[in-house]
């Protein structure tokens, strides 16, 4: 929604809006002009001719309700963004998994070739402070949320899958559901069509695509892919990545760790070349120099030898991926453990996937658990972390949980628990981000103390 009201007040549209909370993102937002309230009011739509709303507003908010029964115009957040789109080179990036750092990658590697893209992305661009920017050039990459099936209104020249799993099962019910909503989104795509071919819903989705005509390029470590990844080395916390690209051969050197992103920096590569036509080696050198997306294995800071990385996974293939990263990060450095303090996000995720989320949350050394957040969703009776914590206590491997902890007693576990070489990671799409300040002042201050 922030990066929906940045693109308008770009273009010299007049915006106001609400939220539940004040924070730094409403601080944002009144610099750059918008009327901005805390708590929501029928009286803000006062001169008001369209509302935007994202998925998480209830039908019974006062200012929707007021303005349906005004008569005025009511967009979804992602048709204002559609509208936005007219007239660019529009790219969309899909998928369960790597959307945003994807978005990310795609927008630091066109603006190192000197397309000055507009973009808008579901995290803030590390080295460009904001989520959303209206450039100057044609390209304008967005992020394709498909959580609520509204990614299918984009329409763009080229469009990004990077993997095809099951999620937000409480809005398609099936995991077939899910896949045909890809397929939809894939009949949006006026060009090309940018797929991972590790993924196997990813996959099945590529090859339904070429049987029916479409321009397909993939990318992966398996055999036959357009773009071929060979064995990733890490290099501290970032990689190094030998790359086959239709004959020629690169080198992806990333400053970000992680399998997961060599394959989004793949899936950005070619939409920026083979997409939209941008110089290889000015992309590979926006590659080298990305710097990471807000909430992705973001670093918060370092105490006493203890780093606290912050991460806005919320599924289970996300959340493997930032505890296995963590994982291969301290066993390279031959010391150190990894500490998670996890908060499962919305009760019918916890239900559909608490053994995946176990599963995924098993290579950690210590695992602290919040209770769910709910968002947009009610309590569901019986549905707790528990449900994660009990089957996360039965898998092999020596690892210590605890379930249902509050905030602050989360903090004084991990700090008591915490030892030079370690990673604490707080993970979660929920505010369990807010615990990264008290951790590292509860960390400075133990370490003041044993001096």
Same mark, same amino acid.
């Given at each position: 929604?922030?990066?929906? =009201?940045?693109?308008?007040?770009?273009?010299?549209?007049?915006?106001?809006?609400?939220?539940?909370?004040?924070?730094?993102? +409403?601080?944002?937002?009144?610099? #750059?002009?918008?009327?901005?309230?805390?708590?929501?009011?029928?009286?803000?739509?006062?001169?008001?001719?369209?509302?935007?709303?994202?998925? =998480?507003?209830?039908?019974? $908010?006062?200012?929707?309700?007021? @303005?349906?029964?005004?008569?005025?115009?009511?967009?979804?957040?992602?048709?204002?963004?559609?509208?936005?789109? =007219?007239?660019? *080179?529009?790219?969309?990036?899909?998928?369960?998994?790597?959307?945003?750092? &994807?978005?990310?990658?795609?927008?630091?590697?066109?603006?190192?070739?000197?397309?000055?893209?507009?973009?808008?992305?579901?995290?803030?661009? #590390?080295?460009?402070?904001? $989520?959303? &920017?209206?450039?100057?050039?044609?390209?304008?990459?967005?992020?394709?949320?498909?959580?609520?099936?509204?990614?299918?209104?984009?329409?763009?020249?080229?469009?990004?899958?990077?993997?095809?799993?099951?999620?937000? %099962?409480?809005?398609?019910?099936?995991?077939?559901?899910?896949?045909?909503?890809?397929?939809?989104?894939?009949? &949006?795509?006026?060009?090309?069509?940018?797929?991972?071919?590790?993924?196997?819903?990813?996959?099945?989705?590529?090859?339904?695509?070429?049987?029916?005509?479409?321009?397909?390029?993939?990318?992966?470590?398996?055999?036959?892919?357009?773009?071929?990844?060979?064995?990733?080395?890490?290099?501290?916390?970032?990689?190094?990545?030998?790359?086959?690209?239709?004959?020629?051969?690169?080198?992806?050197?990333?400053?970000?760790?992680? =399998?997961? $992103?060599? #394959?989004?920096?793949?899936?950005?590569?070619?939409?920026?070349?083979?997409?939209?036509? #941008?110089?290889?080696?000015?992309?590979?050198?926006?590659?080298?120099?990305?710097?990471?997306?807000?909430?992705?294995?973001?670093?918060?800071?370092?105490?006493?030898?203890?780093?606290?990385?912050?991460?806005?996974?919320? $599924?289970? @293939?996300?959340?493997?991926?930032?505890?296995?990263?963590?994982?291969?990060?301290?066993?390279?450095?031959?010391?150190?453990?990894?500490?998670?303090?996890?908060?499962?996000?919305?009760?019918?995720?916890?239900?559909?996937?608490?053994?995946?989320?176990?599963?995924?949350?098993?290579?950690?050394?210590?695992?602290? %658990? +919040?209770?769910?957040?709910?968002?947009?969703?009610?309590?569901?009776?019986?549905?707790?972390?528990?449900?994660?914590?009990?089957?996360?206590?039965?898998?092999?491997?020596?690892?210590?949980?605890?379930?249902?902890?509050?905030?602050?007693?989360?903090?004084?576990?991990?700090?008591?628990?915490?030892?030079?070489?370690?990673?604490?990671?707080?993970?979660?799409?929920?505010?369990? &981000?807010?615990?990264?300040?008290?951790?590292?002042?509860?960390?400075?201050?133990?370490?003041?103390?044993? *001096?």
């Amino acid at each position: 929604m922030s990066a929906v =009201a940045r693109l308008l007040l770009a273009r010299g549209v007049r915006v106001s809006g609400s939220d539940a909370a004040d924070g730094p993102v +409403l601080g944002a937002l009144r610099e #750059a002009g918008a009327t901005v309230w805390v708590g929501h009011d029928a009286g803000h739509l006062e001169g008001v001719d369209t509302v935007v709303v994202s998925s =998480a507003v209830r039908e019974d $908010n006062p200012e929707l309700a007021a @303005a349906r029964d005004a008569g005025l115009r009511v967009l979804h957040r992602s048709q204002a963004l559609a509208a936005l789109l =007219a007239g660019s *080179r529009a790219v969309a990036v899909a998928g369960a998994n790597g959307k945003t750092s &994807t978005t990310a990658m795609l927008v630091v590697a066109l603006t190192e070739a000197g397309a000055d893209p507009s973009f808008a992305c579901g995290g803030e661009v #590390a080295q460009l402070g904001t $989520n959303a &920017t209206l450039g100057g050039g044609e390209a304008f990459v967005v992020e394709a949320d498909e959580s609520d099936g509204t990614f299918v209104v984009y329409r763009p020249e080229v469009g990004v899958v990077t993997t095809v799993q099951p999620d937000h %099962l409480d809005f398609y019910g099936t995991a077939e559901a899910v896949a045909d909503a890809y397929t939809e989104f894939a009949a &949006t795509v006026g060009g090309l069509l940018v797929v991972s071919a590790d993924d196997p819903g990813a996959r099945a989705l590529a090859e339904a695509e070429r049987a029916r005509g479409r321009r397909v390029v993939t990318f992966g470590a398996a055999g036959g892919s357009d773009l071929r990844l060979g064995e990733t080395v890490a290099d501290g916390l970032g990689t190094r990545t030998p790359v086959l690209h239709r004959g020629t051969s690169h080198e992806f050197v990333l400053a970000v760790p992680g =399998a997961h $992103n060599v #394959a989004n920096a793949a899936a950005a590569f070619l939409a920026a070349v083979d997409g939209l036509g #941008a110089d290889p080696h000015a992309v590979l050198r926006g590659l080298a120099g990305f710097t990471g997306a807000r909430r992705r294995f973001e670093v918060r800071g370092e105490v006493g030898g203890v780093t606290v990385v912050d991460d806005y996974a919320h $599924n289970p @293939a996300k959340v493997a991926a930032v505890v296995g990263t963590a994982a291969g990060v301290v066993a390279r450095a031959g010391r150190g453990r990894v500490l998670v303090v996890f908060q499962p996000h919305l009760y019918s995720r916890t239900r559909d996937f608490a053994e995946e989320f176990a599963a995924a949350l098993a290579p950690a050394d210590h695992v602290v %658990l +919040l209770d769910v957040y709910g968002a947009r969703e009610a309590p569901v009776p019986g549905v707790t972390s528990a449900l994660i914590g009990d089957p996360l206590v039965e898998l092999p491997g020596r690892r210590r949980v605890d379930v249902g902890t509050g905030r602050d007693a989360a903090v004084a576990t991990l700090v008591a628990a915490a030892r030079p070489g370690d990673l604490v990671l707080t993970v979660g799409a929920g505010d369990v &981000t807010a615990l990264g300040a008290p951790l590292l002042a509860a960390l400075a201050t133990r370490e003041e103390e044993s *001096r």
